[in-house]
Structure formats: structure tokens, C-alpha cells
């Protein structure tokens, strides 16, 4: 068998805070930090979405979590067709203009490259301290099957060599029918590594929750079954606690997953209280048990 790593996509939500989970001793965002790297090892940052880190941060993160801690970084909105905030982008980069927010076609090319240049230059401190797992690229619902968003998904893996790039998708449209195999394959010949998500069905976001590996890692992100999938709160959105049930029925498949693949990454990314945390020391326990 593989090796599997279990972890949550915060340490810093609000809710996690006001929950109780972090100890009266852990009052600075340094003491927050070291306390959750000695309860799990491995975290995904998705603040890293909404706005790009800075060296500074990205150093420090480094400093403080032991050897072996591993952060996987979620892509910025902009490098993944998303629309972004004119305020989020680089202060010296930001176009001139009347919109809120943008996507890469709103910017000079050359704009463009640097805000890719300095991202990804961001993450140095961490990818020198051993410390970098991998990029998720997590594409808008809107980034359906077709010939160009493949060639952009290569593009994305060239770009970030040596940094390993992991891929969500959120169109339905790859996993159709005979497009889920075809789906898969590219990513196989590609040497992509693909990103199974569970999560609520029947939206316009959602997709299956295929369990496939194509590379040598494997990402599986737990969103959760909020029946307020689509609220604009994103405590509702992601507000779901899963049952001891619901996660033993995925010890099995997380096992097969990482029989095939060698390295699976799991991240509960129900973040509403303490949720994701507890759900996350469960399936360790879980996954610890025959």
C-alpha cells in the first residue's frame, strides 16, 4: 500500500477559532500553526485563491511547522479563468479600470506573465524547505471538455515545473459518458494528477465523485453534502459534518487509491467550526484500522 496524508483545507476559519478545537495556549497565529502541524501533516491553503501570498508569509509558514509538514497552495483565481478582484491582483499590476473584477483576457500579456512569475516565485520558501507539496488547480464550472482546456491544463504543468500542479474539475462534461475515460486517459498520458472531489450533486458545479489515479499522487477533496450548496454564506456552503458511516465506506477506496497511485492527499474541506478537523482525525483513525 501507498502512503495517504490527512488533512483540512484551514487552520484560520473563524468558526475553527470559536470552536474550542485549538487549546486556550494557542493564542497567536504562530502557536495556531504548530499546535495543527502536530495534529496532522498536512494542510491545504486555499487563502492563496483570493489573493496571491507573499514570500514573507510563505517563509514563515516554513519556519513554523516541523520537518516533513507539507502545504499544498490553491491556485490564484486569476491563473485559473476565475474572476478576480481588480483589488487582489498585485498592487503595481492592476489595470485601469471601472470593472471589480477581471479575467486573464482583461490584462496585457505581459501582466499576466508576472502575475504567474511572482505566484508562483511566492512559494520558494516553502518548495526549499521540502515543504511544497503540490498547486491546485481548481477550474471554473465553465471549463468544460474541449481540445484548448486540455492544452491550458499541459500548459499549467509546464509552467509550474518543478512544482507539481494537481487538477479539479468542475464541469460535468469530462466525466459523461465515454468522456470520463477519455478524461482520465489524457490526464494518464500526461502524467497529470487528477483531483476526486465529493460533494453535492445535482448543481451546475457538481461533479462525480470519480476516484481514478493518473499519476503518481492523487488529491481527493471532501466538500461535503450541504443541502445549502449554492448559498452565498460560505459557512452554509461548506457546513456539513460527515458521519463516522460516511467515512469508513471511503477508507477503503482512499486504500485501493493509493495502492494504484502511491501518494494520496485527502483534505476535509467542510470548514464551518471544527468540522473539518474532526472529521479529519477520524478517517486517520479509520484508515489506521484493518
Not at 514563515?60 to 490564484?76: D, E, H, S
Amino acid at each position: 500500500m501507498g502512503t495517504i496524508q490527512v488533512g483540512t483545507a484551514s487552520w484560520t476559519d473563524r468558526t475553527l477559532l470559536a470552536s474550542g478545537w485549538y487549546p486556550a495556549s494557542a493564542d497567536t497565529p504562530e502557536k495556531r500553526l504548530a499546535y495543527y502541524a502536530r495534529q496532522f501533516p498536512i494542510v491545504e491553503v486555499d487563502a492563496t485563491y483570493y489573493g496571491p501570498p507573499n514570500e514573507q508569509t510563505t517563509k514563515l509558514w516554513a519556519q513554523r511547522t516541523p520537518a516533513g509538514f507539507v502545504f499544498n497552495i490553491k491556485a490564484f483565481s486569476l491563473l485559473t479563468g476565475h474572476p478576480t478582484r481588480v483589488s487582489a491582483i498585485y498592487k503595481d499590476l492592476r489595470p485601469e479600470t471601472d470593472k471589480k473584477n477581471v479575467y486573464p483576457q482583461d490584462l496585457a500579456p505581459q501582466t499576466y506573465e508576472e502575475i504567474w512569475s511572482r505566484f508562483l516565485t511566492a512559494l520558494d520558501p516553502l518548495a526549499q524547505a521540502g515543504k511544497l507539496g503540490a498547486v491546485l488547480f481548481q477550474f471554473p464550472p465553465w471549463f468544460g471538455i474541449r481540445r484548448s482546456n486540455k492544452d491550458f491544463m499541459v500548459e499549467v504543468a509546464q509552467r509550474c515545473k518543478p512544482l507539481r500542479p494537481v487538477f479539479e474539475l468542475r464541469n460535468a462534461s469530462w466525466f459523461e459518458g465515454a468522456n470520463q475515460t477519455e478524461t482520465l486517459d489524457f490526464l494518464r498520458a500526461h502524467a497529470l494528477p487528477f483531483v476526486c472531489v465529493d460533494m453535492p450533486q445535482g448543481h451546475r458545479s457538481s461533479v462525480p465523485p470519480v476516484v481514478a489515479a493518473t499519476a503518481d499522487l492523487a488529491v481527493v477533496r471532501f466538500h461535503g453534502h450541504s443541502d445549502k450548496w449554492t448559498s452565498k454564506d460560505i459557512h452554509e456552503k461548506f457546513g456539513y459534518e460527515y458521519s463516522s458511516a460516511e467515512l469508513a465506506s471511503w477508507a477503503p477506496k482512499l486504500r485501493d487509491l493509493s495502492d494504484k497511485s502511491g501518494h494520496v492527499q485527502v483534505f476535509m474541506n467542510n470548514c464551518y467550526s471544527d468540522y473539518a478537523q474532526r472529521n479529519a482525525s477520524t478517517l486517520i483513525d479509520l484508515l489506521g484500522s484493518d
